[in-house]
Nanobody, 118 residues
Framework: QLQASGGGLVQPGGSLRLSCAASGSIFRLNDMAWYRQAPGKQRELAATITSSSSTEYAVDVKGRFTISRDNAKNMVYLQIDSLRAEDTAVYYC??????????????WGRGTQVTVSS
C-alpha cells in the first residue's frame, strides 16, 4: 500500500529524490510523512505534509529536505539536498494523521536505503 523508492549511494553534498507510491484509499484521507532510521538509532520523523499540503520539518533537516505530494498520482516525494553522512538511514514513507501538532503514523511501507559516503 506504500512503496518508497529512490534511495542509493550518494557523495556528501549531493542530492536525492525519494518517491513513495500510495494506494488511493490511503493517500486521499491521510496526512503523509517521511521517517528515517539510522543504524543503531530509533526511527525519527523527518518531514510531514498534510492533506492540504502544509509542511513541517525536523530541525536538523530544515532547509535541506523538501516534502511534496502529487494528489493526482497518489505520490509523495522527499527532495534531499546537501546530503551529509549523518543522513545515512533507511527512509520510510508513512500515511497517518495529525492530532493537534502531533503526527500519528498509521500505515508503514518498506523503506529505501540512503547512504551518504565518499
Amino acid at each position: 500500500q506504500l512503496q518508497a523508492s529512490g534511495g542509493g549511494l550518494v557523495q556528501p553534498g549531493g542530492s536525492l529524490r525519494l518517491s513513495c507510491a500510495a494506494s488511493g484509499s490511503i493517500f486521499r484521507l491521510n496526512d503523509m510523512a517521511w521517517y528515517r532510521q539510522a543504524p543503531g538509532k530509533q526511527r525519527e520523523l523527518a518531514a510531514t505534509i498534510t492533506s492540504s499540503s502544509s509542511t513541517e520539518y525536523a530541525v536538523d533537516v530544515k532547509g535541506r529536505f523538501t516534502i511534496s505530494r502529487d494528489n493526482a498520482k497518489n505520490m509523495v516525494y522527499l527532495q534531499i539536498d546537501s546530503l551529509r553522512a549523518e543522513d545515512t538511514a533507511v527512509y520510510y514513507c508513512n500515511a497517518g494523521h495529525f492530532r493537534g501538532i502531533y503526527f500519528y503514523p498509521d500505515y508503514w511501507g518498506r523503506g529505501t536505503q540512503v547512504t551518504v559516503s565518499s
